[in-house]
Structure formats: structure tokens, C-alpha cells
């Protein structure tokens, strides 16, 4: 089955302990990107990747990074975690070159205490 | 940056009626999304369109490039069409996306 898989689905933390939400893909998609929704806010674009070892900033990269080291995988890395980044994540993954919708993971609810 | 506007933000219909969503935005685009979330529920892309209308099934969007107005209409409305619809702008750089805050749209039987 074509799907976006993201882990883990809930993730209660501390302060400044490091962690990673990870995404993959099994269809082969080129573009993939991370998103938080909080209320009132919408969905906002943390990061995105054309291709592999491509990566570019959306509209809130501030206390995040990730890597695309293989077409299938995207993870998120928060490296010191602040009561701010609580939020609901979102990974998605589309083809590029034509109009293709996106394919969006389940979500990753994040609460940083 | 991109501003990318919806309209309105709630929404209440009766089952049967048809429905507007209007999204606005303030730069060139590549491609127009919608997308529908329903309640505790994942995302869904229902269009992407970078120029004239889409239709599937009881839904329909359209897209304006000079007036950087889309629409999506909803016809012959169902409770089931309760969700929240998302428009979002992808820049001529295609990878970044800017979001609307969504519209809630409940439709009662």
C-alpha cells in the first residue's frame, strides 16, 4: 500500500532532550517536506527536500533540522526541544515535475514539557 | 512571503446546500492546493491546480491567476463533507508551500 509512515504517532518529552520524528515513503517520491499545525496558525512549512542531499527552509526552520540522506526517508530532528515546539507535526511527499498531490503522514502530536 | 487568506473561517450549511470556500493570495504561484482534515484525522490533497477548474465528483475548484483568487465549491452538501478545508499556495519554486488557516465546515442533516 502507497503510504507516508510517520513515528512515533505521540511523543511527550522533556526540555532539551534530543529527538527525531521520522517519515518514509514507499513510493518513490522526490518531494518531501515537514509541517506543524497548531490552532489558529494553520499549517506552516518547517522544511522541504526536492531530492536527496537537497534540503531548503519553509516559513518556520528555526530549532529544527533534517537530513535526506535516502529518496525514502526524511526525518525530523529537534536538537534542545522547547515547550514551543509542542505542536502536531505533519510529514508529506509528492512527485515533482507535474501537478501531484501530496501524500501526508498520520501526524506526530508533540508535547515538550 | 507568501499571504495566503481563506474565507470564511466557519462555516454552518444544511445538508443540500452548496457551499463556497474562498482563498486569496498575494504572490505568483506555481500550483494551488486543497486539502480536507477531517475531526482527529488525517490530511487529504482533494486538488492541485495551477490554472482553470477540477471537478471530482460533488466538489469543484477553481483558480483565478490574475485575480490570485481559487475557489472550492461543495455541492448537494452531506454531513460527511464536515471537515476542515486548507488552501495553500506553492511558490514558483514549486517546494515552498504556504497555508491558509483553514475553514471549519460543519453541515448539518
Known amino acids: 500500500e502507497a503510504q507516508v509512515t510517520q513515528n512515533p504517532r505521540y511523543l511527550i518529552t522533556v526540555t532539551g532532550k534530543k529527538l527525531t520524528v521520522t517519515c518514509s515513503q514507499n513510493?518513490?517520491?522526490?518531494?518531501m517536506s515537514w509541517y506543524r499545525q497548531d490552532p489558529g496558525l494553520g499549517l506552516r512549512q518547517i522544511y522541504y527536500?526536492?531530492?536527496?542531499?537537497?534540503?531548503d527552509k519553509g516559513d518556520v526552520p528555526e530549532g529544527y533540522k533534517v537530513s535526506r540522506k535516502e529518496k525514502r526517508n526524511f526525518p525530523l530532528i529537534l536538537e534542545s526541544p522547547s515547550p514551543n515546539q509542542t505542536s502536531l507535526y505533519f510529514c508529506?511527499?509528492?512527485?515533482?515535475?507535474?501537478?501531484?498531490?501530496?501524500?501526508f503522514g498520520n501526524g506526530t502530536r508533540l508535547t515538550v514539557t | 512571503k507568501n499571504e495566503v487568506e481563506q474565507s470564511p473561517q466557519n462555516l454552518t450549511a444544511q445538508e443540500g446546500e452548496f457551499i463556497t470556500i474562498n482563498c486569496s493570495y498575494s504572490?505568483?504561484?506555481?500550483?494551488l492546493h486543497w486539502l480536507q482534515q477531517h475531526p482527529g484525522g488525517g490530511i487529504v490533497s482533494l486538488f492541485m491546480?495551477?490554472?482553470g477548474k477540477k471537478k471530482h465528483g460533488r466538489l469543484i475548484a477553481t483558480i483565478n491567476i490574475q485575480e490570485k483568487h481559487s475557489s472550492l465549491h461543495i455541492t448537494a452538501s452531506h454531513p460527511r463533507d464536515s471537515a476542515v478545508y486548507i488552501c495553500?499556495?506553492?511558490?514558483?519554486?514549486?517546494?515552498?508551500?504556504?497555508f491558509g488557516q483553514g475553514t471549519i465546515l460543519t453541515v448539518h442533516p
Open positions: 513510493m518513490n517520491h522526490e518531494y
Open positions: 504572490v505568483g504561484i506555481s500550483a
Open positions: 495553500g499556495a506553492g511558490g514558483t519554486s514549486y517546494g515552498k508551500l504556504t
Open positions: 491546480l495551477s490554472s
Open positions: 527536500s526536492m531530492n536527496v542531499e537537497a534540503t
Open positions: 508529506a511527499s509528492s512527485q515533482t515535475g507535474k501537478l501531484a498531490p501530496l501524500h
